[in-house]
């Protein structure tokens, strides 16, 4: 996040720190692919409001829930950062990453979708979904959280947004070029030097080109 000026003030006074372990050239970064949950969840040891280092440049993490609240009230004070600015090289200008005037546009515009009476058919449709998947696990089975998860995630949004219903073929495609373009954005977003995608990896490689097991190309 980016402050920016206005005459709006937290009600209290914030502790502030510096996240341990920053690496020349790299910051962070490291930590961040390598073990992401474990280095956020130490960051509130080290203050309300925690530097963290991509690389040369500084990024923000409010660690405490007023704060974190305070910070979601006020989209006028608190800008989106540059992390956000890479994210928008493959979702485009989206609602989850725009900025001023096209965020508050876009969000006026989803905004007849989540009255209270749609809410409460989301709820009925979330409950269903999740009865059928629990219903389906087996005593001494292994799941994958993650791809039950993202199963139920697609079942639930089909319902929702589409009013349809998604068989489970398509979810296992979905699924698996889902997890492909979410590790790539996160990769990308948390690149120090900008030059990630520029990089003749596997990576970057299952970003631009074909996909196996998915219907068609991601391209930027």
């Not at 409001?49 to 910070?71: D, F, M």
């Not at 508050?104 to 749609?118: C, D, G, L, S, V």
């Not at 373009?181 to 030059?195: E, F, Q």
Request: hydrophobic letters at 40%; aromatic letters at 6%; charged letters at 20%.
């Amino acid at each position: 996040m980016t402050p920016a000026t206005s005459s709006a003030q937290p009600e209290r006074s914030w502790t502030t720190g510096t996240a341990p372990g920053s690496v020349p050239l790299l910051g962070h970064t490291v930590a961040l692919w390598r073990r992401p949950l474990q280095f956020l969840a130490s960051l509130p040891a080290h203050g309300d409001l925690v530097e963290v280092r991509l690389g040369p440049s500084r990024a923000y993490l409010a660690c405490h829930p007023e704060l974190v609240r305070h910070v979601l009230l006020n989209p006028r004070v608190f800008d989106k950062g540059g992390v956000f600015d890479k994210a928008r090289q493959l979702l485009g200008n989206s609602l989850s990453v725009s900025r001023g005037e096209d965020h508050r546009t876009q969000r006026r515009m989803i905004q007849p979708a989540f009255h209270t009476p749609k809410i409460a058919d989301y709820t009925a449709a979330v409950a269903d979904d999740t009865r059928a998947a629990i219903g389906s696990w087996e005593p001494g089975r292994t799941l994958d959280i993650s791809d039950t998860m993202h199963g139920l995630l697609m079942r639930v949004a089909a319902r929702t947004l589409f009013s349809t219903g998604i068989d489970e073929a398509t979810i296992d495609e979905a699924r698996h070029c889902l997890r492909i373009v979410s590790h790539g954005i996160y990769k990308r977003t948390m690149a120090p030097l900008g030059i990630m995608e520029k990089l003749p990896t596997r990576a970057t490689a299952a970003m631009t080109g074909p996909m196996p097991g998915c219907g068609e190309s991601w391209t930027r």
